[in-house]
């Protein structure tokens, strides 16, 4: 079995030991070697001269959950099932950092800080439970993670997708039909949506002010969800109360982007769920296996869809 690999650059030698610690019997190159037909091809954001010197027979696994990077190759085959990462160590660390959000938000720790700064002893009241819903703007591996993360603490959840769910202790809704129904229940917006064109610029200022007064937006899909201008008016004018953004339309964030020095956003640089190795290495060398028995897998990008 040949399999070429192409992981992200600084961690190159870690991912090729793991992969050939799982998968002895193979033969794994490490681009930019690469055998002209490799059966599998391990890829992270792959330049467009790799699908043109090596086609992959059997299957093109992405080396992450969103494939938006992968779709945008020109030279990608259509003809070779891609399969992204599901979870795979992500789903822990994005309830940790929505969690953090999330609470952060309820109790006004922003607020307390100011007082603090003003040296003020100033209790604030409890903010009613029931007014604070949580949305879920994509529930899917992710969504679904972070929501149930979230249960134990009784936030009304909310979640909206493409097509229906039920899930108990969540209201879903599905579709453009009911996008603005969701929004108007979000006092916090979480997003978990892929880059897709669907998706595209989805949070303009229609969208984010359909969301509550106050509402607090957490982006750790990816940044050009968001209409950046939008968001930045809409904190400025005191509709939203607070963005915490993990993806960004440029990346690094360029220097003198407003969200930098902005007081009602925090920002961390695209750290919110950092792709682990080992969790990735074995979800891959098992679905290779799966996938050598004949057998079906999940993960499968669905090209029309995007997702
Ligand atoms: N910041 C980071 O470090 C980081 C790390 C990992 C992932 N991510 C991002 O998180 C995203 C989600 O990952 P995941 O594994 O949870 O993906 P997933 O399992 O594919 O879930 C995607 C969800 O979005 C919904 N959706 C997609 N297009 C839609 C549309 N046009 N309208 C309404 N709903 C739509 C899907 O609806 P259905 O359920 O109906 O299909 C599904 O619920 C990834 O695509 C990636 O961009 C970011």
Request: glycine share 8%; hydrophobic share 45%.
């Amino acid at each position: 079995m040949k399999i070429l690999l192409q992981s992200p650059r600084e961690r190159a030698l870690e991912w090729h030991a793991a992969l050939q610690a799982a998968l002895p019997e193979a033969t794994v190159a490490a681009w930019p070697d690469a055998p002209a037909s490799p059966d599998y091809a391990l890829v992270w954001k792959p330049p467009a001269e790799l699908f043109i010197r090596a086609r992959p027979t059997r299957a093109i696994f992405n080396l992450g959950a969103g494939v938006d990077g992968l779709m945008a190759v020109p030279t990608l085959p259509d003809d070779v099932p891609v399969i992204r990462l599901e979870d795979a160590g992500m789903a822990e660390q994005m309830a940790e950092y929505v969690t953090l959000a999330v609470l952060r938000a309820y109790r006004e720790i922003d607020a307390y800080a100011a007082q603090q700064r003003d040296g003020l002893w100033r209790p604030r009241p409890r903010i009613a439970k029931p007014s604070f819903g949580v949305g879920f703007l994509g529930f899917g591996v992710l969504g679904n993670a972070v929501a149930h993360a979230l249960l134990p603490f009784g936030f009304p959840l909310h979640a909206w997708s493409r097509t229906r769910k039920t899930t108990p202790g969540i209201v879903s809704y599905a579709g453009i039909a009911e996008l603005d129904e969701f929004l108007a229940k979000a006092r916090v917006l979480v997003c978990l949506l892929p880059a897709t064109p669907d998706t595209a610029s989805l949070l303009d200022r229609v969208a984010l002010e359909t969301l509550p007064a106050g509402a607090h937006v957490v982006n750790v899909a990816r940044g050009g969800i968001v209409v950046d201008e939008d968001l930045v008016a809409l904190l400025d004018n005191g509709h939203l109360a607070g963005a915490t953004l993990d993806v960004f339309r440029e990346e690094p964030l360029p220097p003198g982007h407003p969200f930098w020095h902005h007081p009602r956003v925090t920002l961390t640089p695209h750290a919110s769920a950092l792709t682990q190795v080992d969790d990735s290495v074995a979800q891959v060398a098992a679905k290779i296996r799966q996938l050598e028995r004949g057998e079906w897998v999940t993960g499968i990008v669905d090209r029309a869809r995007g997702y």
